[in-house]
């Protein structure tokens, strides 16, 4: 298969859908190798989508891959990658959505967005905006509940039902976090990430039905989400969707089907 996208590519040279496809395909190649050879792929896979939305800035699956690659790539680049990072995602994943409003995947990847800044502790909060400079974007785990529902009617799966249940969870709204794990309880084993849900299904469901008392004292000191809406105050404005805007400014658009 890499074979033959890299032939389509020499003969089609800036496809954007020949590009993030390839991109894709090494993305999944270089979760087989080592941490260094995988730094490597992840960087020309990340680069090979990069062109892509060059190619044709209103290719929303090339903006997709551009955020998925975005956070591997920095990822292995270090935290401090990964926290700069974050302005780049919401970039790529508001524009393919933008593009195609059904993007299930898209969707989900905007709910983990909204729901790993809120996990953001007060001292990592501090950190980043010292060592960085990072001013940490708005959030809430309502916009990350909407994206997940939203993603789940659109097509289902079982990842993105999990942080339904999650995300639930995270709001007490015990009830609900509840009922969505009983559910991936039950589902069909496929995949080992399948396995990986249903087993921490079981574990939430047992510390839902017969909580600690540390889990009992937490639920009475905290309420919905108070301890950690504080310390996000604003939406930071976005240099890097100016610096997209410039370079795809004079990209040819095209469309192409495989």
């Known amino acids: 298969m890499e074979d033959k996208l890299i032939e389509l590519n020499t003969y089609c040279p800036h496809n954007d859908e020949v590009l993030w496809r390839l991109a894709r395909l090494k993305w999944v190649y270089g979760k087989g190798y080592q941490s260094n050879q995988q730094h490597k792929i992840y ?55 933008e ?49 997940f529902e939203k993603s789940d009617s659109v097509k289902y799966w079982v990842q993105n039902s999990y942080m339904v249940a999650k995300t639930h969870l995270r709001m007490y709204n015990t009830k609900a976090a509840l009922e969505a794990f009983e559910r991936l309880s ?42 950690r809406l504080p310390f996000i105050t604003r939406d930071t404005e976005s240099s890097y969707n100016n610096h997209w805007s410039q370079r795809s400014a004079g990209s040819r658009v095209k469309g192409h089907n495989l």
């Open 99 to 147: 593009l195609n409003p059904e993007d299930s995947v898209a969707l989900t990847l905007l709910g983990n967005w909204y729901f790993e800044i809120m996990e953001l502790n007060p001292m990592q909060r501090i950190w980043i905006k010292i060592f960085t400079g990072m001013e940490i974007p708005a959030s809430s785990y309502d916009k990350a509940l909407e994206c």
């Open 186 to 227: 039950h589902k069909t084993i496929v995949t080992a990430e399948d396995f990986r849900v249903r087993k921490e299904s079981h574990i939430y469901i047992q510390k839902l039905l017969s909580p600690s008392v540390t889990d009992k004292i937490r639920g009475l000191l905290f309420a919905p989400e108070k301890y």
């Open 43 to 97: 960087h020309t896979a990340h680069a090979l989508a990069s062109q892509a939305v060059e190619a044709n800035p209103n290719n929303g699956n090339a903006h997709r891959w551009v955020a998925i690659l975005s956070f591997y790539r920095a990822e292995k680049d270090g935290v401090a990658a990964a926290c700069l990072n974050v302005e780049a995602m919401r970039y790529h994943l508001d524009k393919a959505l």
